[in-house]
């Protein structure tokens, strides 16, 4: 068997086909037998993690996220944070697959299957995070019912939507052969299992016929390349989350790009550990060679180096611009404040640690050296977004500490173990994938041999907080005006005065008996209209009376001004036509007479002359804020969603072709 | 001229007076004719000015009740899409008095109160702030700013929050889903979230509005409303009311009036003659709450500190609970 494909470049024997190909089936097929004991002992374990974040979840579920560590100022924390790492994790994936497939890197075909499905995996876990975030989980339902386009969820819905529904069907389309392969068409039906019987009838009746691998090829070439877009898109609307908001450390024009690259930098580390565990656990030494390893490797020292270079460029503006509110967050987050020395530790051991290792050649240890470098980046990134999301809600605009609130944050043991349950979920599906279908591409790799020699394709087959109003002591409810003590003597004498005088006034108007009446009118006056009030008792004008005129506004009377009454016993003011009033410009106007504190007599009534009110706006613009979208932002929306949709339904009708041109 | 004025006025002033006595007289007359059955209901006069000075007898309804909805009947809180509705014809507007300001948090207590609202959160609270070393500090009484373009309702996945078109900006704690995203989006720290599940014993009862926020449910987001219902009865906010140093102005833009707890202003004049301003408004949040800057001020400000600037003094723990336990 060695000898026949160590000889498969040359030009001298000629291959047997068939045995190489059943050679590979043979040795690809491994993992799908059933699980040992150890496998049994590593699923139980894993399911047990899995019932324990269940358990933490329902705990929140029952008592509100107050459970959490998560408190005002720090409302969000490490649910975010593994939303945003497995949205990140899952971008190596399809991304990588579909990079290698479109460039035609022939050493791709044993880690594409790997890596489509730590995508789908990842997305299975990583979207859920936002609803485990959730206070309402209940009312999930409301974001299709009163869904709002102008909201960045709206966008990653839509977009991770996309991407789980793309990355399922370029994870599919690229399983048909192998479909076929494992389930080959047999004289009687009662001799195939179950799984083969579910693979019979997922693999659309491929049958290899170059008619329906021309379709097949049509199909995934397709995928490969529209799912590139797709995939940079989710990562750059997860961004956006933060991205569209206003604040220091998120408001920022790169995070788009910043998060793409952070994505796929995890997610290459990502599928670096994977392949090495797989390789280990089910031997395909052969098939992941130090070929995948090397390059995968150049791959992740250029995004490492990337993610260095946008992590300068970044930070480096924030603080020598050093914006208040920058300046702060900087300081919370790489100087003295709480999170320097997470900071500084993960850039030494989550960035500079993996790119020194991985630079410095030692040939030997290649692989060893990439998985501690990859988990080192794993858990790096992991960190670098928790320091992206927990500091800059420390340093909002407005310091928390000006109203005596020190925000701190302190994950609970619910958050802990859904945590864990999550990556329990993803390593468990990881686990069962690997035990119903081929963990690598058999037809590809039997492709790859056959056509372009097993070197070519890198396969070995030898093989193979509160509250404000705080410390500072309570400061005196002084009188409006500062009084020093000399001068409250000067005030209880003139209050005696003043008294005195009220007293007498008290006293005037009670001398003739009956009360003082008002009639409100107006008139033209010198210098434009003006408001007049007759004062009469028993019918007779009475001089000097102070009569102070007010206009009724919504929640209280602004005040004219107070005029004294001829001897005509009318007193007039000018009448304030720049007051806006109703829609012909009237005006709620009020006279009245008041004896020392006491109104002794009013009068009301509507006098025309104001500002007409100025109309307000009734409908709402088409605005971000608006209930209205604005026409451009929908219409991008539903361009892209349309360009991508179309192009699936073009992929799925390839697929019905397949099926249709299969020997029934 | 002018004597011809007063002449002319003299002269209306008798007409009218004998008018009045005419009227007077007349009544007198009537009420002895009549027998005391009762009459069927005559159209009720009353006394205008006409603009020469003339007394005359008009009918009521052409004297009261101004065409705009300058009264405001009534006071029930709205539910459901009419909540979503602002109060008609108006533009709610705050303004607030840095110079007036003691920093003794009266409003953040009168505000709880009337709302309900736990003391480990403040829909109105108070910052006490220092721009520089160099500059004196001063309080800082914070509502919602009840933005133009408020960056929390762009955000919102379900339109849970809504700006209405008074200017006003509610939460339907109904339709919220808890994400939060609205809290990180508001670069003031306005919003507070229900973590657990709320103490609604003394409103059991109430009808759930976005005008009024209670009853509170868990999982939700809730903030300073403005008092919308209490505008609508026509009254001003609790924080306004409740400031015994008369620093919180609350009224209508269109009206241009806006009114603390002593007197009604107008909004312009305030605006200009105390060169108003807004907090952070270069983040173009057009926010609809006004800061008179702490000039001349009434009161010693609080006691300057030594740092870079901004956060000063973090509180010992427990000093609020001191506080809660006063109100």
Redesign the interface.
Known sequence: MKTELGHANGTAPAIDHDRLRSDIMVQLRRSLAAPSHGEWLWIGSLAAVMLAGVFAYTWQCM????V?G????I??GVYMTNFVFFIGVSHAGTLISAILRVTGAEWRRSITRMAEAITVFALAVGAPM?II?????D??L??V????I?????WD?CSIATYMSGSLLYLYVAMIPDFALLAPRRAMWERLTLRERVFRFLSLGFEDTPEQRKLLEKALATMAVIIIPVAISVHTVVSW??G????PG?HSTIFGPYFVIGAIFSGTAGIITAMVVFRKVYHLENFLTERQFQNLGRLLIALNLLYIYFTLAEYLTAWYGSE?ADH?LIDTLMGKGPYGTSFWAWAVFGLFLPAIMMLVPHRRSLIPRLLIASILINIGMWAKRYLIIVPT?MT???????????PSYLPTWVEWTVTLGGFATFLMLFTVFAKVFPIISIWETVEGVTELGAKNIGVDLELP????????P??P??P???VPAPAAVVGIVVLFVALGIVAAAGAEPSQPGSPL?L??????GDDGPQL???V?RD???VADVPVEF??????????LGTQPTGS???AAIDLPT???????G???IVAQIKTGKEVTATA???VPGGAS??A?????PR?????RAPVALVATIVLLLSIVWSTYSFVIVQLIKIRKTSKP | MNETRREF??GS?IA??AL??GL?AAKTVRKLQEPPTPVPPAPTLV???????K?VQVEATA??????P???THSAALTGAAARQ?IP???WVMVIDLA?C?????C?IACNKMHGTP????WM?????QDGPQQAPYW?P?PCFHCD???C????????T??R??GIVLIDNE???????C???C???TR??????PDNAKMKDATYSPETGVPRR????EKCDFCPEM?RA???PACVTSC???AIY???Q????V?NSE????LAQLLEERAAYRY?AE?G?EPRVYYLPPKNR???G??PKKSR????????PG??DH?AATT
């Open positions: 008592n509100g996220l107050k959490t998560m408190r005002e100022y409302f969000w936002v975030d959730m206070g309402r989980p009312r999930i409301n974001v019912l009163h869904g709002r102008n909201s960045p969820i709206l819905v989350i933060f569209m908001t206003l604040r998120w208040e702060r809600l909002p605009y407005i310091p928390p500490e000006a109203a005596g609130v020190t907080t509160m509250t404000a109003r705080p410390p500072w309570r400061p409810i002084r409006r005006r500062f009446q009639v409100i009118g107006s008139r033209a007049t009030a007759l009469r019918g007779q004008p007010l206009v009724r506004r919504a929640l209280g009377q602004l005040r005509n016993g009318i720049t007051l806006p009033g109703g829609p012909q009237e005006l709620a009301e009534a509507s009110k100025a307000r706006n009734e409908s709402f605005a971000l804020w608006s209930p | 006025l003299g002033l009218c007076g009045g006595a007077l006394p205008a000015l006409t603009a020469d000075g007394l004297m009261a009740a101004p065409a705009h300058t009264h405001m602002g014809g108006r533009k007036k003691s920093g003794c948090s009266n953040t003391t480990d959160r403040q609270r108070v910052f006490r702030m800082f914070k373009n408020p960056p309702t762009k955000v919102c996945p379900v339109g849970a809504f700006k078109d008074d339709r919220c889903i808890g994400c939060r995203f809290m990180a989006a670069p003031y720290s507070y979230f229900n973590w657990g599940r868990v999982g939700t987001v505008a026509g009254t001003l015994d140093m008369a609350f009224g209508d269109l009206e241009d009036a009114s007197e009604t202003v107008r952070l983040l949040t009434d009161f010693p609080p006691v600037g901004h956060p000063i003094a973090p509180p010992a000093a609020h506080h």
